[in-house]
């Protein structure tokens, strides 16, 4: 009997120590769901805002792409502007017209951005220049360029047309 007593007091301490949780208020409940509804919010706002981020890069990607596209196609017509002021001829009316085209399209390429590529003078660059010829100068420095054959353009840091050159050995 002392057994049975024993058991029903310590059946009677664990029942009394299982206190059963309280519920949730409605406050609680209606406070979580805020709290979830606001981390919803800031993550869909981060998304949004690398959208935003990504759309502009690919929007000025495409842009530079188009610029370097077109003036790559108007690169030949510069070339003969000035083909055209190295010919000899007495029509000195002709030449300075000639020469405000030549102009008005240099302002236009220096407007977007579109830059010459130095060249004569310098050391022999694969990435901005194309060697055509070597020549063996005594009085020129190894790997100098001595002549540029044609000029080279580039738009921002992206080469258009590399320069034709004839390189020192």
Sequence with gaps: MAEEKMNQEVTEEVETE?????????????????DQLKDKLLRHTAEFDNFKKRTAKEKEELYNMAVA????KLLPVKD???????????????????????????DVFAGIGVTAIEAVGNEFNPELHNAVMHIELEDAGENEIVEELMKGYKY???????SMVKVAN
Excluded: H, Y
């Design 69 to 72: 596209d077109t003036m790559e």
């Design 18 to 34: 299982t206190v059963e949780a309280p519920e949730k208020t409605e406050v609680e409940i209606l406070q979580e769901e805020i």
């Design 156 to 162: 921002k840091e992206k080469v258009i047309r590399p």
């Design 80 to 106: 003969n502007m000035e083909r055209a002021l190295m010919a000899e001829g007495e029509d000195s009316q002709l030449k300075e017209g000639i020469k405000m085209i030549d102009k008005q399209l240099e």
